[in-house]
Nanobody, 122 residues
Framework: QVQLVESGGGLVQAGGSLRLSCAAS????????IGWFRQAPGKEREFVAA???????YYADSVKGRFAVSRDNAKNTVYLQMNSLKPEDTAVYSC????????????????WGQGTQVTVSS
């Protein structure tokens, strides 16, 4: 069982930065891949980024070069550094965990956090 709690969301102007955190419980956290997803009002949940147990990363094309995902297994935490934010990045961001390699598909993740709101003003 893994429990996830996101933090770090907020309101930021276009071009600004935010760092989201995903804090996990559980002694086996280091063996899980963590994915970040976002969902804007009226839209489907979409993949943002993922990181596996060896810190291999993968990004959606829409955020490549602007977002960076990292993990600190000693702190049981995964981070999503978001730079050069755009109004279209506005969404609820959620982290999710799976005991396997990275995936872009939400249905392949077993555990989810409650989400944190990110709002980017123009």
């Amino acid at each position: 069982q893994v429990q996830l709690v996101e933090s770090g969301g907020g309101l930021v102007q276009a071009g600004g930065s935010l760092r989201l955190s995903c804090a996990a419980s559980g002694r086996t956290f280091s063996s899980y891949s963590i994915g970040w997803f976002r969902q804007a009002p009226g839209k489907e949940r979409e993949f943002v980024a993922a990181i596996n147990w060896s810190s291999g990363t993968y990004y959606a094309d829409s955020v490549k070069g602007r977002f960076a995902v990292s993990r600190d297994n000693a702190k049981n935490t995964v981070y999503l550094q978001m730079n050069s934010l755009k109004p279209e990045d506005t969404a609820v961001y959620s982290c999710a965990a799976r005991p396997a390699d990275r995936s872009t598909l939400p249905r392949q993740y077993s555990y989810w956090g409650q989400g944190t709101q990110v709002t980017v003003s123009s």
